[in-house]
């Protein structure tokens, strides 16, 4: 379950697994516009994604994805919980992510989803 709110130029997701009582929080707050990732980019390489992969009943699936270039955003993480990472068995950074970008989102066509094997 997730929940998203606005308050006072922040933004707030919490994040709550099915079966789980623990409530994962992260807090930022937007800032400078900095337009379309450069093709080629860091930026551009983690954020325009035009596929998505998901694990279903012991199957790797896959769909193509569409969407116009997202609007990015510098962004301050002011809260960030790491409990995230050892949910997925993955060890927790030291300190904050060393990227931080937003957008306010864009309409995405997502295609059927097939076997990606």
């Given at each position: 379950?997730?929940?998203?709110?606005?308050?006072?130029?922040?933004?707030?997701?919490?994040?709550?697994?099915?079966?789980?009582?623990?409530?994962?929080?992260?807090?930022?707050?937007?800032?400078?516009?900095?337009?379309?990732?450069?093709?080629?980019?860091?930026?551009?390489?983690?954020?325009?994604?035009?596929?998505?992969?998901?694990?279903?009943?012991?199957?790797?699936l896959t769909g193509r994805v569409y969407h116009s270039p997202?609007?990015?955003?510098?962004?301050?993480?002011?809260?960030?919980?790491?409990?995230?990472?050892?949910?997925?068995?993955?060890?927790?950074?030291?300190?904050?992510?060393?990227?931080?970008l937003y957008s306010p989102g864009v309409d995405v066509t997502?295609?059927?989803?097939?076997?990606?094997?």
């Amino acid at each position: 379950k997730m929940q998203v709110t606005y308050r006072n130029q922040e933004i707030r997701y919490s994040c709550q697994r099915r079966g789980s009582s623990a409530v994962l929080v992260y807090e930022f707050r937007p800032l400078n516009n900095i337009g379309e990732a450069k093709i080629g980019s860091l930026e551009f390489f983690l954020i325009e994604r035009y596929r998505l992969f998901c694990f279903r009943r012991g199957r790797l699936l896959t769909g193509r994805v569409y969407h116009s270039p997202y609007l990015l955003r510098e962004a301050i993480v002011t809260n960030f919980d790491k409990h995230l990472f050892s949910l997925n068995r993955l060890p927790a950074p030291a300190g904050l992510p060393n990227s931080v970008l937003y957008s306010p989102g864009v309409d995405v066509t997502v295609y059927p989803i097939e076997s990606a094997h």
